[in-house]
């Protein structure tokens, strides 16, 4: 995957989704990947995800594979990559670890590390599978560009993986609407 020099696309995954009209999309991350604090997950960025894909190409069959588990940070991820995501051959694979990586005291480099190594197995599977990381937040580091996800983030933008920071998307909706974070939470 060395310096792909150009931004990766979800082409695959449309493609998987409008002429093979099957998608297999993993989510391996930590305990807000597994849809804590929601009703069976479904409620969970990663069951909406699931979701809208359904819904979206009805035509489609996907099919979700969960390799969520709570407090694990990116190199635990890793450590399960192949077991959990890899052996059930994914098209498409969110990666989400960032804020766990702070909690278990990772430093940016170890984190980018990680991620990094994450990308390239999950391209050395089958390089056509699309991957999106996904930075998530707490309110205590709702306003803060901490270190762990710097690192993730530098290592999307290095490869041209996209990325979805929640963080940020969540701070604008604060300052746009005025709610306080516990009317989302």
């Known amino acids: 995957v060395e310096g792909k020099g150009e ?11 409008t002429k093979d009209k099957k998608l297999n999309v993993a989510y391996l991350g930590g305990s807000v990947t597994g849809g804590i604090g929601g009703s069976n997950g479904t409620v ?12 979206t190409f009805r035509d489609a069959e996907v099919n ?11 190199l635990w991820g890793l450590m399960r990559l192949e077991t959990d995501v890899l052996q059930h051959n994914p098209d498409l694979v969110f990666v989400e670890f960032a804020m766990n990586d702070v909690y278990t005291s990772m430093t940016k480099t170890q984190a980018a590390a990680n991620v990094d190594a994450i990308i390239r197995k999950i391209n050395e599977h089958n390089p056509e599978t699309d991957i999106i990381l996904v930075f998530i937040t707490d309110e205590a580091y709702i306003d803060i560009d901490f270190d762990t996800k710097q690192g993730h983030r530098h290592v999307a933008e290095y490869y041209g993986v996209p990325y979805i920071d929640v963080g940020n998307a969540m701070r604008e909706e604060l300052d746009k609407t005025g709610n306080a974070w516990s009317y989302y939470f």
Request: charge should be positive; hydrophobic fraction near 35%.
């Open 44 to 55: 969970s960025w990663r069951g909406q995800t699931t979701k809208w894909l359904q819904n």
């Open 64 to 74: 979700e594979i969960y390799a969520a588990v709570g407090g694990s940070g990116s």
């Open 7 to 17: 931004a990766w696309t979800l082409a695959n995954t449309y493609k998987k989704l």
